[in-house]
């Protein structure tokens, strides 16, 4: 069945350390993949996305993510990061008419 | 431009009542779907409507479930006989396209508790 793995379902970081967030997807062919940001109390923010060409996207709020077909990865990173990035982080995919989401991966953020 | 809206924000329903969500898409938006968040998990589908048609109800957990979109505008999200395991919020989104409607806009969600 069509999936997408975020291994990591809690992650600490210090203000301005560099983060990286793990996706996988297990698709027979290369789907449209995305990251959302959810903060408390709010929807879904799109931060980036990947359809085809360039592997590496980059998005909103210093965000970039590198999609890696031989390791079926969407990768997202941030050089440095800010004490407003913790939230709740999504990966997802696109197949056919519908969003396919990971379980989500919480990033805290220490001062 | 306003975004999506959702209401009630917050909705305690008593096991066994009915409940209807609402869904106010961009306007123009021609897709829209719905998309249940169980707590610490990701957004599962549950149902995608072109315009007032709706093409996939598959992700529906239970024939309890039941949307509409009678205008092709607004959408409502009706659970009968609510249980406990619809405890959860329920997030719609729109999108300009009707095909490959992957740029999706979702709203701030309905939370459900269902005591």
């Known amino acids: 069945a069509q999936s997408v793995t975020q291994p990591d379902i809690h992650i600490t970081v210090s203000e301005g350390a560099s983060l990286e967030l793990r996706c996988n997807y297990s698709?027979?062919?290369?789907?449209?993949l995305f990251w959302y940001v959810q903060s408390p109390g709010q929807g879904l923010q799109l931060l980036l996305k990947?359809?085809?060409?360039?592997?590496l996207v980059q998005g909103i709020k210093g965000f970039e993510a590198e999609f890696k077909r031989s390791q079926s990865s969407f990768n997202l990173r941030k050089p440095s990061v800010h004490w407003s990035d913790a939230a709740e982080y999504f990966c997802?995919?696109?197949?056919?008419?519908?969003?396919?989401f990971g379980t989500g991966t919480r990033l805290q953020v220490f001062p | 431009g306003a975004g999506v809206s959702q209401s009630p924000r917050y909705k305690v329903a008593k096991r066994g009542q009915d409940v209807a969500l609402r869904c106010d898409p961009i306007s123009g938006h021609v897709s829209l779907f719905w998309y249940q968040q169980a707590l610490g998990q990701g957004p599962e589908f549950l149902t995608y409507?072109?315009?007032?048609?709706?093409?996939?109800k598959s992700g529906l957990p239970s024939d309890r479930f039941f949307a509409e979109r009678p205008e092709g505008s607004v959408s409502t999200l009706k659970i009968q006989r609510t249980q406990q395991e619809d405890s959860a919020v329920y997030l719609c989104?729109?999108?300009?396209?009707?095909?490959?409607?992957?740029?999706?806009?979702f709203g701030p969600g309905t939370r459900l508790t269902v005591t």
């Open positions: 997802a995919a696109h197949n056919t008419d519908k969003l396919i």
């Open positions: 698709y027979g062919a290369t789907p449209y």
């Open positions: 989104a729109s999108s300009p396209h009707w095909q490959f409607s992957y740029e999706q806009y």
């Open positions: 409507f072109q315009n007032e048609a709706q093409l996939d």
């Open positions: 990947y359809f085809s060409g360039d592997t």
